[in-house]
T-cell receptor, first 115, second 116 residues
Framework: EPEVTQTPSHQVTQMGQEVILRCVPI?????FYWYRQILGQKVEFLVSFYNNEISEKSEIFDDQFSVERPDGSNFTLKIRSTKLEDSAMYFC?????????????FGDGTRLSIL | AQSVTQLDSHVSVSEGTPVLLRCNYS??????LFWYVQHPNKGLQLLLKYTSAATLVKGINGFEAEFKKSETSFHLTKPSAHMSDAAEYFC??????????????FGPGTRLSVLP
């Protein structure tokens, strides 16, 4: 069964540095998403992406964050000037359609640790 | 705006006994509802979804959930727990917005422990 893959599985970065989290969505999917889960807290929506542009973003997704689909397969989340509170598990997801009844397929996540 | 409540942060059952994980939601529209499972150090796996067809939805691994509009509930059940069911379970609601973005709203999760 096709999977969403995320790399790396664990990223350790010094505070203030930039980090890029990478995702390869399922190949025929058109809608892409990023979520984060701070330890012990809820899974929170960050951003959705369709047709090479952001379709929706949450309050969390401020100017520190950006997303990109640099080629036909990768979908990246860039975090600039990382802060301690950015430490979390980051999940990428994709879906083949954007309808509300369509499930999203999630990767295994990248654990980001900011030191 | 939609929201999801999972009343139990932790449920513990014995192997072979029934499982009930509770979920209540609020939504201004007719929502789609999902249950996801997260095993330790793994991603989120779809168990089942409700999308306004049958109110009793069957999913993978013997799980099922019943949509009750009058109670705004979507509880997850399984007749007989297995050790491999031990995981975190998330109820998710999704309602259509005006734009393209139709993000999921996650409940806080229920940790299921299965005792031998």
């Amino acid at each position: 069964e096709p999977e969403v893959t995320q790399t790396p599985s664990h990223q350790v970065t010094q505070m203030g540095q930039e980090v890029i989290l990478r995702c390869v969505p399922i190949s025929n999917h058109l809608y892409f998403y990023w979520y984060r889960q701070i330890l012990g807290q809820k899974v929170e929506f960050l951003v959705s992406f369709y047709n090479n542009e952001i379709s929706e973003k949450s309050e969390i997704f401020d100017d520190q964050f950006s997303v990109e689909r640099p080629d036909g397969s990768n979908f990246t989340l860039k975090i600039r000037s990382t802060k301690l509170e950015d430490s979390a598990m980051y999940f990428c997801a994709s879906s083949d359609e954007g309808g509300s009844n369509q499930p999203q397929h999630f990767g295994d996540g990248t654990r980001l640790s900011i030191l | 705006a939609q929201s999801v409540t999972q009343l139990d942060s932790h449920v513990s059952v014995s192997e072979g006994t029934p499982v009930l994980l509770r979920c209540n939601y609020s939504s201004s529209y007719s929502p789609s509802l999902f249950w996801y499972v997260q095993h330790p150090n793994k991603g989120l796996q779809l168990l089942l979804k409700y999308t306004s067809a049958a109110t009793l939805v069957k999913g993978i691994n013997g799980f099922e959930a019943e949509f009750k509009k009058s109670e705004t509930s979507f509880h997850l059940t399984k007749p007989s727990a297995h050790m491999s069911d031990a995981a975190e379970y998330f109820c998710v609601v999704r309602e259509p917005f005006l734009g393209y973005g139709q993000n999921f709203v996650f409940g806080p999760g229920t940790r299921l422990s299965v005792l031998p």
